[in-house]
Nanobody, 119 residues
């Protein structure tokens, strides 16, 4: 089983910054893509940013130029640097990782971390 542990959420004023971290743990697994999703109250979960094992990143249009995703393959860790935060960025942020373990694929999720941006 692959487990994801997130940290770094919190309360920040508009225009501020936060950095989310997510570390994957387990045995006998490899990671393909990692990413961050978010879900605001009453809304569907949406992709914020994703990154492949080769370091190719993609972003939701709403966060381009403000958020940066990065990862360390050796440490099985992904980060999301969030700058110029807006109240509409308020949501629970979830880490996601997918890959292979013991001959099969997996899709793992973190428990979520709350990000609240005050105006």
């Amino acid at each position: 089983q692959v487990q994801l542990a997130e940290s770094g959420g919190g309360l920040v004023q508009a225009g501020g910054s936060l950095r989310l971290s997510c570390a994957a743990s387990g045995r006998f697994f490899s990671i393909n893509a990692m990413g961050w999703y978010r879900q605001a109250p009453g809304k569907q979960r949406e992709l914020v940013a994703g990154i492949t094992s080769d370091g190719i990143a993609n972003y939701a249009d709403s966060v381009k130029g403000r958020f940066t995703i990065s990862r360390d393959n050796a440490e099985n860790t992904v980060w999301l640097q969030m700058n110029s935060l807006k109240p509409e960025d308020t949501a629970v942020y979830y880490c996601n990782a997918n890959g292979r373990r013991l001959g099969t694929t997996y899709d793992a999720w973190g428990q979520g971390t709350q990000v609240t941006v005050s105006s």
